[in-house]
């Protein structure tokens, strides 16, 4: 790319960039050679925070020292421990603290929720999805179809628009409005995994509420990505993982949003001994009295030594501040937009390109196929860069503005123009 006066723009975007500092607070996977590698993968697996081995270790010294005694002792008593991560979460999230809780992992905590939430009746008996979810999310929906008695006639796949390859959020309001009183729930992604596509959380609910149905959002690819106000957007419940863009390390803890007006609903759900009120939890009574808002839906107490990285991670968030985060996070996929767009005729962008549609995930087909687009992703590795490959044919690359640069993506651009000259 510096053929196309990138390498000169990138830089002064560097020198420019008030979070740059924030890279050196990760550790960055090297070549044999101890050079970085450009990691454009944070939307599978986010970089370690440095202070992620300080924290598991004070853990571990505290277990070593205190044994059981640790979980009032320790330095952060592991009794409240997924308490501290609430606020940041909220933040993240859009919520009120008593709306999120960490708990668990994404599936688990779709079972969880759907649980609840989930509750057909006469007609209204289907689940819609997006056409092309993530096969743990589908796999999830369906077995919960199944546990209520239905079967997959009651599983409504909606996709994108074969000419655009984008979901339109008006035709996902026309079908609400048609199949409305057959559909008891809508679960819907915050970022579709596969194209990057952002969705309006906001409309999607207010439509689904208007037909009557429930509606519930996985956050995977948009929590720690892309501003979120669950709140006021008016959601259901939410569930995510932290190990993407929350940098909490692989399998951390997830998270889930119940939005206040359940809080103190009569809703069916499974229940476990940190679900139970605090305050009377360690009376070890035999009923169940729930916590207020979503901590009502824990189930068994946190995992300390993969929740403590969640904890770093936070910490720099509130730092950055998601605005001005995201506000990088566009500069940052503007300018690969311009590299990708300057080979249009070789390498066609699943990912829509109107600003509040995208987070930092771009997915890229090359035209000539899947065998090409195998051997870009190959060529983009061997160079350094770690990005990941999606079957059938689509390379996904997110540069992430906690940890990654405006030269990163120049040199990301200066690869596709090589690579793809290559095969031209």
């Not at 008016?234 to 951390?252: E, H, Q, V």
């Not at 990005?387 to 405006?406: H, K």
Request: charged share 20%.
């Amino acid at each position: 790319m510096r053929y196309l006066g990138y390498e000169a723009r990138a830089r002064q975007l560097d020198e420019a960039d008030a979070l740059a500092p924030l890279r050196e607070r990760f550790a960055l996977p090297r070549m044999p050679d101890g050079t970085p590698r450009i990691y454009f993968c944070g939307h599978s697996l986010g970089l370690a925070p440095r202070d992620a081995r300080r924290l598991v270790s004070e853990e571990l010294d505290d277990w070593e020292a205190l044994g059981v005694t640790g979980h009032h002792a320790a330095r952060r008593p592991w009794i409240d421990y997924a308490e501290a991560l609430r606020p940041g979460l909220a933040r993240l999230a859009g919520a009120q603290v008593d709306e999120v809780a960490a708990m668990n992992s994404l599936t688990v905590n779709l079972h969880l929720l759907m649980a609840s939430f989930y509750r057909p009746r006469g007609r209204r008996r289907c689940i819609l999805i997006e056409r092309g979810a993530f096969p743990s999310d589908r796999h999830a929906v369906v077995s919960q179809l199944g546990l209520h008695g239905q079967d997959e006639s009651a599983l409504i796949e909606f996709g994108p628009n074969p000419a655009t390859g984008i979901v339109e959020e008006a035709a996902l309001e026309h079908l609400l409005r048609q199949r409305g009183e057959e559909i008891a729930l809508v679960l819907w992604p915050g970022v579709q995994y596969l194209s990057g596509q952002a969705f309006d959380l906001a409309r999607i609910a207010a439509a689904a509420h208007a037909a009557g149905a429930l509606c519930g959002f996985d956050l995977a690819h948009a929590i720690g990505n892309v501003p979120l106000a669950l709140h006021d957007a008016g959601a259901d419940f939410a569930a995510w993982c932290s190990y993407k863009y929350l940098n909490a390390g692989p399998g951390a803890i997830g998270g889930i949003f119940v939005h206040q007006r359940h809080a103190r609903a009569e809703l069916p759900g499974l229940a476990g001994w940190w679900g139970h009120d605090p305050a009377t939890r360690f009376n070890m009574a035999p009923q169940f009295v729930p916590a207020a808002g979503a901590a009502g839906w824990q189930v068994s107490n946190p995992p300390i030594l993969s929740t403590a990285p969640l904890l770093a991670s936070l910490a720099l968030f509130d730092e950055a501040g998601m605005a001005r985060l995201h506000a990088k996070s566009q500069a940052l996929t503007a300018l690969l937009f311009e590299a990708v767009d300057a080979l249009d005729t070789r390498l066609a962008c699943l990912t829509p390109r109107d600003a509040r549609r995208h987070g930092c995930q771009l997915s890229l087909r090359v035209r000539a196929g899947r065998e090409a687009g195998r051997q870009l992703f190959e060529t983009l590795t061997a160079a350094g860069v770690v990005a990941d490959w999606r079957e059938p044919d689509i390379v996904r690359l997110a540069p992430v503005p906690l940890y990654n640069t405006f030269a990163e993506v120049a040199q990301v651009g200066e690869l596709l123009h090589e690579a793809l000259g290559r095969q031209a």
